[in-house]
């Protein structure tokens, strides 16, 4: 599938996204329990797009951290996924960074979630973020 890089938008997903977020779980035969995710406070959906189908999303939680005596937020970025037809072409990268520009005034420490030894395509993705970017491995 021919695509440029610049037809995929990134955002944050909103409650009129839910059908299009259903037919992509669906897509990816995932049964991840949406609404559960959608009206918790803590979690939101940030969801790459191409016209109007969503071809990618990754969660981020904002959590309260507690460095020392300074109150603060952490945000956990986790369980990016890509389309499968749309894989290896960057998405999941650019996917990463918007979740990173949205979450870098908000919270002081930002981590990914850990991942599978075997999974080289999220290993990958993360390590070259992680060597850019002021994010760090969940412990
Ligand atoms: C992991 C995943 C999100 C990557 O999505 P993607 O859009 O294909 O990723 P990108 O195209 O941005 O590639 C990211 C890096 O991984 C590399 N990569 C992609 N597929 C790879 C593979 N199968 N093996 C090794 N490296 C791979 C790319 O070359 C790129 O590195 P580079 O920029 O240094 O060349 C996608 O494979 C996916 O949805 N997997 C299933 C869900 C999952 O495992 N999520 C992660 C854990 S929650």
């Not at 695509?3 to 990816?28: C, P, V």
């Not at 939101?44 to 071809?55: G, H, K, L, M």
């Not at 990016?80 to 979740?99: E, N, P, Q, S």
Request: glycine letters at 4%; aromatic letters at 8%; hydrophobic letters at 40%.
């Amino acid at each position: 599938m021919t695509i440029e890089r610049t037809q995929i938008t990134y955002r944050l997903a909103n409650k009129h996204d839910y059908k299009g977020l259903i037919k992509f779980y669906k897509r990816q035969n995932s049964r991840r329990c949406l609404r559960r995710i959608l009206n918790e406070d803590s979690v939101r959906i940030a969801v790459a797009q191409i016209d109007d189908i969503i071809i990618g999303k990754a969660l981020i939680y904002i959590l309260p951290w507690t460095a020392g005596k300074k109150k603060d937020k952490r945000a956990i970025i986790a369980e990016v996924f890509v389309d499968k037809r749309y894989r290896g072409r960057g998405i999941a990268t650019d996917l990463m960074k918007f979740c990173i520009k949205t979450v870098k005034n908000v919270a002081e420490d930002i981590q990914v979630d850990r991942v599978e030894p075997e999974n080289k395509a999220a290993i990958r993705l993360y390590k070259n973020l992680l060597s850019k970017e002021r994010v760090t491995f969940m412990s």
